[in-house]
């Protein structure tokens, strides 16, 4: 086609797709499910006792290309456990002002207690909504689950939680169905959005 016609076929272009379907969703009247690997807002896991699975070990927080994520650890006592082991996470914070749900974070954390659902509803009206605590993040407890501080219910020692995890065991997660992320186990192939 000679140069001059160049304008006339980018209008064709354009006039072509004046009598292709329109997929416009009347959101939010409309909500349609994302692909399962979308990566959502996070959550925080528990083991199947109710236990959290942080410990507060900051790796999410050095990983995070946008310092979205704020983590202060404490250590756990006999007398008030939050996690097996040592340690877990006191102050939980992340900043959804900064978030740009890349996931590095999920990939950091070593004991999958971080991952990411499938909500992406995260818009608000005051820069304070948006810094969500661990309470917002944490999972919700499941039937059987029992809230902390208490004693591990499901072994002796960390690693018998950690060899759980690997051998399919998990704990909660919101409900699966929506490309929820449903296995959170630190080894497992794990449904986790990548
Ligand atoms: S998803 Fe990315 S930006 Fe958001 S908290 Fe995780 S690492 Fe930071
Ligand atoms: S979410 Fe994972 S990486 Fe972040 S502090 Fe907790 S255990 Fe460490």
Redesign the pocket.
Known sequence: MPDFLNPIKGFGVTFRQMFRKVDTVQYPEVVQPTAPRF?GR?QLNRWPDGLEKCIGCEL?AW????D??YVEGADNTEEERYSPGERYGRVYQ?NYL?????????EACPTRALT?TNEYELADDNRESLIWTKEQLVAPLLPGMEAPPHPMRLGETERDYYELGASGIVGGSQPAGDGEIADDSPSAGDGKTE
């Open positions: 990566h996070h999410c990983a995070c290309p946008a979205a994520i992340i900064r978030c740009i749900l890349c996931g590095l974070c999920i990411m």
